[in-house]
């Protein structure tokens, strides 16, 4: 079965400037909620939910030796970075950018209505190299996305109700619940909650109500 630790929404550290239309939630040690006993699990060092209201967003801003892959809940983020990309990211996309040995971006709510999106940062194999860019859209349920500069696999899952899915067996699998109600090992999860589980074997969801789950599946 493996060890689960179990992680509820309400555990998270809120941050953000909600006077400038930002409202973060961190789960993991972040910025001045510093925790020496949760800065990491497996090769995931952030899990941030960020809401942006029309106009608000994040400024130009450096990252280095970090994967950050972002999923768009609902609205539209506009992302532009140092490498020349320019683009709009919604609901289903999967965008990753490797900012390697230095990269500086800009994330924002261009649109007239409220976005929310999942961050999550994932620590490299190896540190250096180039930054690079990606963006699948409207990638399919069930279609891994591969992140090997992390040793790691994201599972996209949208589940009706009643459906199961398997969790990966692997050393590390961080489970993200985005929307609706899943059970887990007779856990129920609610949006934003999360678990971390090591060693995991013959573990199955089950969607209580309709729901979309994110899944890393780590090797170390």
């Not at 059970?183 to 999360?194: F, N």
Request: charge should be negative; charged fraction near 25%; include cysteine.
């Amino acid at each position: 079965m493996g060890v689960m630790d179990v992680r509820r929404s309400a555990e998270r550290y809120p941050g953000g400037d909600p006077q400038a239309g930002i409202r973060s939630w961190h789960a993991f040690s972040f910025g001045p909620h510093y925790d020496p006993d949760n800065l990491r699990f497996g090769a995931v060092i952030a899990c941030n939910e960020e809401r942006l209201a029309p106009g608000a967003g994040f400024g130009e801003h450096p990252h280095s030796h970090t994967e950050i892959i972002t999923w768009v809940v609902e609205g539209e983020l506009s992302h532009r970075d140092s490498t020349g990309q320019l683009t709009r990211v919604r609901p289903g996309d999967v965008q990753r950018l490797s900012s390697a040995a230095g990269v500086r971006h800009v994330e924002r709510n261009d649109s007239d209505a409220p976005l929310t999106f999942v961050q999550m940062w994932l620590a490299p194999l190896e540190p250096g190299g180039e930054p690079s860019y990606e963006i699948v859209h409207g990638i399919a349920d069930s279609t891994p996305y591969a992140v090997p500069e992390a040793g790691a696999m994201l599972h996209v899952r949208r589940l009706a109700p009643g459906e199961r899915t398997a969790v990966p067996d692997a050393v590390h699998v961080y489970v993200h619940v985005v929307r609706g109600e899943v059970r887990l090992e007779g856990e129920e999860l609610g949006a934003g909650d999360a678990v971390r589980i090591t060693d995991a074997k013959d573990l199955e969801l089950v969607a209580v109500s309709g729901a979309e789950v994110l899944v890393w599946e780590m090797a170390g």
